[in-house]
């Protein structure tokens, strides 16, 4: 028997409460080998942007950044997990796939994230600049904590499916998501900083239980595409969106942060994307976008799907938090194991 058949990831979060049969029967499997996951066609039938698909999404993929601390390491590739993550990523995908605009190219899709909307009313980051409460911020900052501490890792597994300036614009990009060298500038430590000076937990994974289905949705999304070949363009066409609209969304956190009075390691955080991120745009269009097409045309549409994909399921994130904060409700699941964050 192998090391890892028995010892269990050493620093994960613990499993998350289930959320409906699908999550429920994985995390009774997760517990035991001996349980047989849900069942293909049960995904197939479920909510595909629904709290126990997303959830029981989010619990497979887990496996594949820091697991979970009663979860035997190995289960990751586990075979008999894989027809009910297929399922479940098919589901999902589908879903997206009549959802998005169809037949957009990437310039077409890009050339929209390059425009800032005029009417700004719906964009969480304006209404966090402008008028959000403190305990709004630290909401927002909780729920994306899911992605923002492993931040830059889904789209890390695009790399060995590019080739040339693609290749090298990517690494780039990426150096600098890692800190360039300096464990204290990797972006996920300065997230972590920024939780700090709100006074939120900075634990792995510790908000997942308060997240709703948009909110896990927005993670998944990134990894269904970074685990797949097939989908390297709609990696690289959700990169540009991330990377493209973060420099002015940035803009808009830092000074909500200044306004509030978060803190300096919370403002920096976001100055330090501003900047960052602003270089990164034209790599990410010229390098990352051009050298991709140059060698692969057929993936234009592909980028542009990855783009899309990602504003609609942005757009479907802001509209859960501005309906709720607008009736001065907070926008966090109130679910089993759900941390409740004071006022």
């Known amino acids: 028997?192998?090391?890892?058949?028995?010892?269990?990831?050493?620093?994960?979060?613990?499993?998350?409460?289930?959320?409906?049969?699908?999550?429920?029967?994985?995390?009774?499997?997760?517990?035991?080998?001996?349980?047989?996951?849900?069942?293909?066609?049960?995904?197939?039938?479920?909510?595909?942007?629904?709290?126990?698909?997303?959830?029981?999404?989010?619990?497979?993929?887990?496996?594949?950044?820091?697991?979970?601390?009663?979860?035997?390491?190995?289960?990751e590739w586990d075979p008999a997990l894989m027809p009910l993550r297929r399922a479940l990523e098919r589901r999902f995908l589908d879903a997206l796939r009549t959802d998005?605009?169809?037949g957009r190219s990437a310039d077409e899709a890009v050339g929209e994230l390059l425009v800032e909307p005029a009417d700004?009313?719906?964009?969480?980051?304006?209404?966090?600049?402008?008028?959000?409460?403190?305990?709004?911020m630290r909401e927002y900052a909780a729920l994306r904590s899911l992605y923002h501490l492993k931040e830059a890792d889904p789209?890390?597994?695009?790399?060995?499916?590019?080739?040339?300036?693609?290749?090298?614009?990517?690494?780039?990009?990426?150096?600098?998501?890692?800190?360039?060298?300096?464990?204290?500038n990797i972006h996920a430590h300065l997230f972590a900083e920024l939780m700090d000076d709100l006074g939120l937990d900075t634990g792995y994974g510790r908000y997942v239980e308060a997240a709703p289905a948009p909110a896990l949705a927005v993670v998944n999304v990134m990894?269904?595409?970074?685990?797949?070949?097939?989908?390297?363009?709609?990696l690289v066409g959700h990169f540009a969106c991330v990377e493209i609209t973060s420099s002015p969304g940035s803009r808009r956190l830092a000074a909500a942060m200044r306004r509030i009075g978060a803190g300096p390691a919370a403002e920096r955080f976001y100055t330090e994307h501003v900047e960052a991120d602003a270089v990164h745009e034209q790599v990410v269009r010229r390098e990352v976008i051009g050298g991709l097409l140059a060698e692969e045309p057929?993936?234009?549409s592909e980028v542009a799907f990855g783009a899309d994909a990602t504003v609609y399921?942005?757009?479907?994130?802001?509209?859960?938090?501005?309906?709720?904060?607008?009736?001065?409700?907070?926008?966090?699941?109130d679910g089993e194991g759900s941390i409740r964050l004071p006022r």
């Open 100 to 102: 998005v605009p169809a």
């Open 1 to 75: 028997m192998t090391a890892t058949t028995t010892e269990h990831s050493p620093a994960g979060p613990a499993v998350p409460c289930p959320r409906g049969p699908l999550s429920a029967g994985l995390y009774a499997a997760l517990a035991s080998p001996q349980h047989a996951p849900p069942g293909v066609d049960e995904a197939a039938a479920a909510d595909p942007y629904g709290e126990d698909l997303q959830l029981a999404l989010y619990m497979l993929y887990e496996l594949h950044y820091q697991g979970f601390a009663a979860v035997a390491e190995d289960r």
């Open 120 to 136: 700004e009313r719906g964009s969480v980051a304006h209404h966090l600049e402008h008028e959000g409460e403190r305990w709004q």
């Open 313 to 333: 399921l942005e757009s479907r994130l802001a509209s859960h938090l501005m309906a709720a904060w607008q009736l001065g409700r907070s926008a966090l699941r």
């Open 223 to 234: 990894t269904l595409f970074g685990l797949h070949r097939a989908l390297r363009g709609a």
């Open 155 to 184: 789209h890390a597994w695009v790399i060995p499916r590019l080739r040339g300036r693609a290749k090298a614009g990517m690494v780039a990009i990426e150096y600098d998501e890692f800190g360039a060298g300096r464990a204290e």
């Open 298 to 300: 057929g993936l234009d």
